[in-house]
Nanobody
Framework: QAQLVESGGGLVQAGGSLRLSCTASGSIYTINTMGWYRQAPGKQRGLVATITNDGSADYEDSVKGRFTISRDNGKNTVHLRMNALKPEDTAVYYC????????????????WGQGTQVTVSS
């Protein structure tokens, strides 16, 4: 079984910064894409940022220029550096990894972290 463990959420004032981290462990052969989604109260879960194993990153428009996603393939870890935080960034942030469990695997699997709360006060 594979699992993701997230850390780094918390309470910060508007304009502040936070760094989220997520580490994958367990029965993992290779991870293709890792990323972050978020879900605010009463809203659907939506994409924040993703990064492939060759470092290609993609961002949701509202976080471009403020958030930076990075990855350490050797440690199966993804980070999300969040600067210039706004109250509208308040949400539960979920890590996701798309992976293969063995060298023989044909299909990829998605696994989600448990979520970490980010609260930005005005």
């Amino acid at each position: 079984q594979a699992q993701l463990v997230e850390s780094g959420g918390g309470l910060v004032q508007a304009g502040g910064s936070l760094r989220l981290s997520c580490t994958a462990s367990g029965s993992i052969y290779t991870i293709n894409t890792m990323g972050w989604y978020r879900q605010a109260p009463g809203k659907q879960r939506g994409l924040v940022a993703t990064i492939t194993n060759d470092g290609s990153a993609d961002y949701e428009d509202s976080v471009k220029g403020r958030f930076t996603i990075s990855r350490d393939n050797g440690k199966n870890t993804v980070h999300l550096r969040m600067n210039a935080l706004k109250p509208e960034d308040t949400a539960v942030y979920y890590c996701i990894a798309r992976y293969k469990s063995t060298i023989f695997s044909v299909n990829e699997h998605d696994i989600w972290g448990q979520g970490t709360q980010v609260t930005v006060s005005s």
